[in-house]
Every structure is written in structure tokens, then in C-alpha cells.
T-cell receptor, first 116, second 114 residues
Framework: NAGVTQTPKFQVLKTGQSMTLQCAQD?????MYWYRQDPGMGLRLIYY???????DKGEVPNGYNVSRLNKREFSLRLESAAPSQTSVYFC???????????????FGPGTRLTVL | SQKIEQNSEALNIQEGKTATLTCNYT??????LQWYRQDPGRGPVFLLL?????KEKRKERLKVTFDTTLKQSLFHITASQPADSATYLC?????????????FGKGTKLSVIP
């Protein structure tokens, strides 16, 4: 099992460009999450999907959109990148929605994004 | 607003000693709290979960306590080794935007010195 995979590993964008970060999990998990991690800020939730076909905003959703393509895949899109979106992005998954059971989250290796 | 504080950004400890990391939270009552380990350039890895009705949880050299009165969790690594050097994140389950989410602390970077 590969667990949670993310592509690309690194990306440099110019302000105003768009891109999609891809995430896939092979653990048959129902819930998936996108976080960003900035120095001195910790991990912050951008969007999550409790189950296939549903998505909800997290703490910092502005400037992002997500798509839960199927049970395995959850993508994050930056429509018009800004320097403030320079960060490390992590995708995670868990077996079920957090409130329903005491689930751990499994994280991917991250995407390091720089917006110039 | 919900707030999490991990006692220090960095902690240096001698090999063989017990490392104690602190996580304090305010303005909510989490049903449980998780601890993760993060190595440089990697995603966090789950270590332990403790529920609000549990005082203490152990796993090998790791021990976590949860004091809902003090709103605090302590994370202990006994007989610490250089391989334990990493950043440790606490994550209480908080509520927000109509649902429940893990809220992560900024982490404590532990360095175990041989």
C-alpha cells in the first residue's frame, strides 16, 4: 500500500497562475483533508471531505477550491495563485469522519509550493 | 476562539532522559486529543490518541496524559534516543463551522543530544 500520495512534490508558480494539487489514498478511507503548513502557524485545515460527494470549508478556504473526484482522490485547486499561498500543502485521510469515531489521520508527503 | 499552545518551540534533552512536552488548549472541550510526530520534509505521523475520559495512555516508551480540568495534555518520551528527535504536534478535536476538526498546535521541536 502506498498510503496517501501527492503530486507534484514541488511547484513554483507566478502570481495569477492556476494549478491543481492532486491527492490519492489507497486505504479505502471515507474522509480526506487538505492542510497548509506555514512556519510559526502550524497546520491549518483548508477543506475537507467527510465522504464521497461532500466537501466543506475548513479554517482557511479563501483562494482555494476542491473536488472529491471519487473515494480515492481529492484535489485542491488554486485558481489565481498569490504569494500568500506559498506554503507546504498536506493531504490526509481517515477511515471515517472524525466525530464518528476516534480516527487517526494519515498524511501524504506534502507539496512545496512557491508563488512568486 | 479555540487556541492551542505547545509550551516551547524547541526542547533539547540529553539521551536517556525523559522528555516532557506540554499542550494547553483554551475555549473548548475536546472529546479527544491526538499526538503526531513530524520529521523534516515529511508529513505528520500519528502516535497516540487519548480520550476525555482517560487520564493516561501508554505505548512503548511514550506516555500521554489528559487533564480536562487544567485543559492540558502532557507527552512523555522515556529513555529518549537521538532517533526521537523530531517535531511533535498535539491536535485536540475541536468544533468549528458546524463540524468537528482536528486543530493542530504549532509543535515542539525535540532534539535528543547523544
Amino acid at each position: 500500500n502506498a498510503g496517501v500520495t501527492q503530486t507534484p512534490k514541488f511547484q513554483v508558480l507566478k502570481t495569477g497562475q492556476s494549478m491543481t494539487l492532486q491527492c490519492a489514498q489507497d486505504m479505502n478511507h471515507n474522509s480526506m483533508y487538505w492542510y497548509r503548513q506555514d512556519p510559526g502557524m502550524g497546520l491549518r485545515l483548508i477543506y475537507y471531505s467527510a465522504s464521497e460527494g461532500t466537501t466543506d470549508k475548513g479554517e482557511v478556504p479563501n483562494g482555494y477550491n476542491v473536488s472529491r473526484l471519487n473515494k480515492r482522490e481529492f484535489s485542491l485547486r488554486l485558481e489565481s495563485a498569490a504569494p500568500s499561498q506559498t506554503s507546504v500543502y498536506f493531504c490526509a485521510s481517515s477511515e471515517a469522519e472524525l466525530i464518528l469515531s476516534y480516527n487517526e489521520q494519515f498524511f501524504g508527503p506534502g507539496t512545496r509550493l512557491t508563488v512568486l | 476562539s479555540q487556541k492551542i499552545e505547545q509550551n516551547s518551540e524547541a526542547l533539547n534533552i540529553q539521551e536517556g532522559k525523559t522528555a516532557t512536552l506540554t499542550c494547553n488548549y483554551t475555549n473548548y472541550s475536546p472529546a479527544y486529543l491526538q499526538w503526531y510526530r513530524q520529521d523534516p520534509g515529511r508529513g505528520p505521523v500519528f502516535l497516540l490518541l487519548i480520550r476525555e475520559n482517560e487520564k493516561e495512555k501508554r505505548k512503548e516508551r511514550l506516555k500521554v496524559t489528559f487533564d480536562t480540568t487544567l485543559k492540558q495534555s502532557l507527552f512523555h518520551i522515556t529513555a529518549s534516543q537521538p532517533a526521537d528527535s523530531a517535531t511533535y504536534l498535539c491536535a485536540p478535536l475541536g468544533s468549528g463551522a458546524g463540524s468537528y476538526q482536528l486543530t493542530f498546535g504549532k509543535g515542539t521541536k525535540l532534539s535528543v543530544i547523544p
